[in-house]
Nanobody, 132 residues
Framework: QVQLVESGGGLVQVGESLRLSCSISGSALNHVDYYGVGWFRQAPGKGREGVSCIGSNDTNTYYADSVKGRFTISRDKSNHIVYLQMDDLKPEDTATYYC??????????????????????WGQGTQVTVSS
């Protein structure tokens, strides 16, 4: 089993920044050489959408068009933490943000982007509210 815990959400004004953290733990990590982590979000009344992900190699990343140039994903491999730096936040970024993990098998494997069914374990989410 793997556990994921998101943190860093909050209430901010338009144009401000937040950094979300996804802390990953669990005995299964001892048996996995590579994994990818995705960030997803769900706004009230809408479906969950993919925001960003990072693959085996930290240079293998994906961003939804709506966040390109504003959000940056990164990872602290030694501590199993994945970050989502969110800059220039907009009201449409208001949502509950979730992280999820998928097992990968090669050092250059890409993450699965917005394909939610590819991710094996999910966190409980953290709320981000952007006020205008």
């Amino acid at each position: 089993q793997v556990q994921l815990v998101e943190s860093g959400g909050g209430l901010v004004q338009v144009g401000e920044s937040l950094r979300l953290s996804c802390s990953i733990s669990g005995s299964a990590l001892n048996h996995v050489d590579y994994y990818g982590v995705g960030w997803f979000r769900q706004a009230p009344g809408k479906g969950r959408e993919g925001v960003s992900c990072i693959g085996s190699n930290d240079t293998n990343t994906y961003y939804a068009d709506s966040v390109k140039g504003r959000f940056t994903i990164s990872r602290d491999k030694s501590n199993h933490i994945v970050y989502l730096q969110m800059d220039d936040l907009k009201p449409e970024d208001t949502a509950t943000y979730y992280c999820a993990i998928e097992r990968l098998y090669r050092s250059d494997d890409m993450c699965s982007g917005a394909q939610q069914h590819e991710y094996d374990f999910w966190g409980q989410g953290t709320q981000v509210t952007v006020s205008s």
